[in-house]
């Protein structure tokens, strides 16, 4: 793995030589880790002139879901009331005889950068930009599998809850069995807050899970992922409670699967990220539901639960092979509910078989 | 409620006129939430010069975990593709007319702070530094009423836990059972990640949980707390597994009781922070364990788990009436485990009884 971690920092040393920064700090925590391995809480990673060096604000944990730095990376942990490791780093930088810093300029805040001139005015600051994110948007094969854990983990958990009495129970009661079962399936922990919608919530992107208990004729939503080793997926389906779903039920359901796979079938190296957008919005749009749709209906997932590429009208770009990506487009009826359903898959070419689809609950309607 | 909002901003207004700005623009979520009740993600707030507006990226949610925004507050939900609430709000300003807009430079990135100079560029940028922050630092009735509550909420769930079995569970299973618990009794969530750590994990500060499970003999110390309606509080306890506690471990603990004691009786208006952080300090570094001790031995607590002031060796100021604190020395001896004792508490004057406790569970040496 040690090797993986040297190619990843080789590349982003090459990439800021070439814009003639002789060393680079970076801060972004998805970003450390994609470098190192590991994140602990507040490191920033000084890549050159000399050793890299991983600058900790505290001891390593040990903890899983922290990573564990790479073999060749040296671990400096700053004495405890040393302050900033991003400062501390700035000024290693430049002992080391570097004279130009590139740096994150959107992850440091305008007080820490500032902070950065103070202490090493002699060392010119340029940006790094997304160098790292733009690295991170194609994954390799180590990372893939990591995904296609957590989406293992993800679908246990769900068919579990789904085989359980779930009328009567509270929205946050069924969040927290879904994050205890993903954990007991392997999960360093959740992928991002679960999110249990019932009755009039249903639908709702992000919904938080609150007190409403799970009514017979509802519509229920969930919307969950792992973390595995750094990795984060999602899906998202919907479910109706008691045993024949109503009409207009059946009526948004069928039109939101519809808009779904019409997305996921879009999904291939070299399509336009908005063509897929436009595709998965086009059929809620021409029945009406356009006003209701969010920005975005898909994006990318990896370290981060929601990073590049998005999948909105406003996209640039296109799609590459080995992209993970969502495929989540919903609609919420104020008053009423809605439907959401989602999906992890990965970019792949038709001769490849076409997207990898990695959640593979199943997607008809249960009446559950 | 409305009025107590609207007074907080109009200090704050006051605070930026005297320095000569005629807006300002609030990013950091828990000062929006100070300043107008209610935080949406990503959410800010524009200050003057005309009326107050909060501009949000996307609909309010109406979950209790998010707030509701006082009656008074204009709250502007920019179309879905319409980027980033901050830039919109500058751009607000400078259309009602402000010359000089204050931001918080501490929060912003170097990459956004930039993208409002090119937005706006006539508009004269100037920091609000930690203006809010210094606001915050003392609490009003309301407030803590709320950190009693949620210190209330977190004694039930620790409680709870301590009358059922342990040995034999993980260390996640008893941090989600006991953020089940917190949600059980009213909380909207937890504080901050719940600590569970047995055996030789015992007593390391922050302390994630892992699969290892609770044995006969062992230091069992855990940190949690509630959070309600946006206040944190945070109790940490330590406990032994099974009859007898060994030497060692009594006397460890009387330690850092005792240190712990001498820091809660320290806490006074006008008493220096580093004063109250040297007490806790002395006795531990004088068994030896000075190495062992962490940057600081409390914080405060509010709309943030961890915010000023802080009591630490480099703490500057004193304390006040009404500012809410933690005392939490711990000392973790690598490979055996450790202790940590941790309380809310309210400075309050000796003529008021002194510091008020708000978490009341037991600190005797429990064998469970």
């Known amino acids: 793995m040690s090797e993986l971690y040297a190619a990843r920092r080789t590349r982003l040393r090459d990439r800021c030589a070439a814009t003639g920064s002789t060393a680079a700090l970076i801060s972004r925590p998805a970003n450390v880790r994609y470098l190192t391995g590991s994140a ?30 790479a073999d060749d990376i040296r671990v400096t942990v700053l ?22 810093l590139a740096v994150e300029e959107h992850h440091l805040t305008v007080a820490r950068h500032r902070a950065l001139g103070r202490v090493v005015p002699r060392l010119r600051l340029a940006d790094v930009a997304c160098a790292v994110e733009a690295q991170r948007l ?3 094969d180590d990372e893939i599998s990591c995904l296609r854990i957590a989406a293992e983990i993800t679908d246990q958990a769900l068919g579990e809850l789904l085989e359980s009495i779930l009328v009567g129970r509270t929205e946050r009661h069924l969040a927290l069995e879904l994050e205890r079962r993903l954990v007991d399936h392997g999960a360093d922990g959740p992928a ?9 919530h249903s639908g709702r992107p992000g919904h938080l899970p609150t007190d409403r208990r799970v009514e017979e004729g509802d519509f229920l939503s969930v919307g969950l992922g792992a ?59 021409s029945a009406g539901h356009g006003e209701r749709l969010g920005p975005w209906t ?3 997932v990896g370290l981060e639960i ?20 969502t ?11 809605g439907v959401r359903i989602d999906d992890t898959l990965v970019v792949r070419p038709e001769a490849d078989g076409g997207p990898e689809l990695l959640t593979i609950t199943t997607k008809e309607l249960l009446a559950l």
Not at 192 to 200: E, I, K, M, Q, R
Request: proline fraction near 10%; include cysteine; charged fraction near 20%.
């Open 138 to 140: 194609i994954k390799d």
């Open 227 to 285: 973390n595995y080793r750094g990795y984060r997926c999602e899906i998202g389906r919907t479910f109706v409670i008691g045993t024949t779903p109503a009409d207009w039920q059946i009526e948004l359901y069928d039109l939101v699967f519809a808009a779904q796979r019409a997305g996921r079938e879009a999904l291939a190296p070299g399509v336009e990220c908005r063509e897929v957008d436009r595709v998965t919005r086009h059929l809620l749009e």
């Open 298 to 300: 898909g994006h990318g």
């Open 40 to 69: 602990p809480a507040g490191a920033a990673l000084l890549l050159g002139p000399a050793a890299d060096v991983l600058l900790c604000g505290a001891p390593l944990t040990g903890d899983p879901s922290e990573g564990r730095p």
């Open 306 to 325: 929601d990073e590049d590429p998005q999948l909105s009208p406003a996209a640039m770009g296109k799609l590459d092979a080995c992209v993970p990506v």
């Open 327 to 337: 495929v989540e487009p919903g609609v919420h009826i104020p008053g009423r509910g």
């Open 192 to 200: 991002f807050a679960t999110s249990v919608a019932t009755g009039p």
């Open 79 to 100: 004495p405890a009331r040393d302050g900033d490791p991003v400062v501390a780093g700035a000024d290693l930088a430049a002992q080391a005889g570097a004279t130009t």
